[in-house]
Nanobody, 122 residues
Framework: VQLQASGGGLVQPGGSLRLSCVAS????????MGWFRRAPGKEREFVAN????????YYGDSVKGRFTISRDNAKNTVYLQMDNLKPEDTAGYHC????????????????WGQGTQVTVSS
């Protein structure tokens, strides 16, 4: 199983980025897909997830109203649209896959990707 995240970069406060995570080696439509982030010196933080069917999503409080998660099961891809970015969003962003579970903590996820760095700075 591989989860390959991309789309990170340097952006000014108030800007936008779209992250993508392409999954391979699993039956994508059976997996909840989640995004987590970790900033230097901080605990890993739940960002958002989307149920295997795409029918339900959940967001962390710090990103609610600014980030949107979506998935395309035909492309084995999950996206994270990040708008109105703030310096405190600076972190490494990782996608994760959990089979037929829908949770916000790491133990619900079976596979993890390498991550992509997002830096928000002027």
């Amino acid at each position: 199983v591989q989860l390959q995240a991309s789309g990170g970069g340097l952006v000014q406060p108030g800007g936008s980025l779209r992250l993508s995570c392409v999954a391979s080696g699993l039956t994508f439509s059976r997996y909840t897909m989640g995004w987590f982030r970790r900033a230097p010196g901080k605990e890993r933080e739940f960002v958002a997830n989307v149920m295997w069917s795409g029918g339900s999503t959940y967001y962390g409080d710090s990103v609610k109203g600014r980030f949107t998660i979506s998935r395309d099961n035909a492309k084995n891809t999950v996206y994270l649209q990040m708008d109105n970015l703030k310096p405190e969003d600076t972190a490494g962003y990782h996608c994760a896959a959990g089979e037929l579970r829908f949770g916000r903590t790491p133990q619900f996820y079976d596979y993890w990707g390498q991550g992509t760095q997002v830096t928000v700075s002027s």
